[in-house]
């Protein structure tokens, strides 16, 4: 590609903060839960790139033709490739596609076809966008895209802290996880955290029914802790882990954890899938599980060691994906007052789904 900004370029990051910026000089938009990408055009030449610089165009045949009929003849936009179905984004839908069978992919792209999101421009033509403050490369890209149709949209955009604290309340429910804060007088920046990302923060009891070694220290440290949570019908459901300790952290929990691994399987509500299961073969319909293959975790090591199903632990959560934690939790301390049976998804906080349609808009208020 012979383009002013040619792939591949690290797309420009945020770092995580409790509560909105104050003050003026600030465009915000909702956090979309997706898969970050910039795409390149050049001619009829599409390059959909990842994040980690990765092509992504055989995954998403179907935006090919969209992309041609819609975008500029030459550009880099930014922005976020999602799945939408009902009223709420699908993440796990997206990491369906990731698959090495391309008549798989073309299953998946026209049962569940994806959007793209852009929200950036870093050049046009042969201008290089990227100097240019973030407000007038805003103006460009809705310029660009003025008559942008599905499956392409334009992020929302607001100079209006209100309505963005609006977004932040009421847009979880749809898969937006968050609210994006950037300056609006902000360069282009690879691979620099200067953006903000203001994300849910809640707390959840969960029952610890396993754990995994940390990489290279087998028997003298924990890697992760396997966290479960019981539906209505007392079915213990694994919903993600906790993980990030420290060096003395994860050699403490060796000891912690020995005496529940004693007869841990006698009773253990994932006993099938430790006994039982083989690689590659799938659980019991509706449940997760804790040792399955992982299309983005290639030749780890994803065996897990089971303990009683008698310790509760607190966690941080920021977003729930369907029935599971969507990102990695974070322990907060252990909760021997309360009871294993007590861990369920009724103390989770449900918030209502928004309708996609009044989320996918083009204009900056």
Known sequence: ??????????????????????????????????????????????????????????YFPELMDPLRAQLPERCVLDGELVIARGSALDFEALQL???????????????????????????????????????????????????????????????????????????????????????????????????????HER????????????????????????LGLYDEAGTLHHVGVAASFTTKKRAELVEYLAPYRDNALENHPWKHWAEAMMPGEDATPG??????????????DLSWEPLRAELVVEVAYDHMQGSRFRHTAHFRRWRTDKKPADCTYAQLEVVAPHELSSIFGTATR
């Open 1 to 58: 590609m012979h383009l002013p900004v040619p792939p591949p370029v690290l797309p420009m990051l945020a770092k995580r903060v409790s509560a909105l910026p104050e003050g003026e000089g600030w465009i915000f938009e909702p956090k979309w839960d997706g898969f970050r990408v910039l795409v390149f055009r050049d001619g009829e030449e599409i390059f959909i790139q990842s994040r980690d610089e990765k092509p992504l165009n055989r």
């Open 97 to 199: 596609r990731i698959h090495p069978a391309a008549s798989r992919i073309k299953l998946l792209a026209g049962e569940m076809p994806a959007s793209m999101v852009f929200w950036d421009v870093l050049c046009e033509g042969e201008s290089d966008l990227r100097e240019l403050p973030f407000h007038e490369r805003r103006a460009r890209l809705e310029a660009l895209l003025a008559a942008a149709q599905p499956p392409l949209h334009i992020t929302p955009a607001t100079t209006d802290r209100a309505a963005a604290e609006d977004w932040f309340k009421r847009f979880e429910g749809a898969g937006l996880d968050g609210v994006m804060a950037k300056p609006a007088a902000g360069v282009y920046e690879p691979n620099k955290r200067v953006m903000l990302k203001v994300k």
């Open 203 to 226: 707390e959840c009891d969960c029952v610890v029914a396993g754990f995994r070694w940390h990489k290279g220290g087998e028997h003298t440290a924990i890697g992760s802790l396997l």
């Open 287 to 300: 449940q997760r599980v804790p040792g399955g293959k992982s299309r983005w975790s290639q030749g780890k």
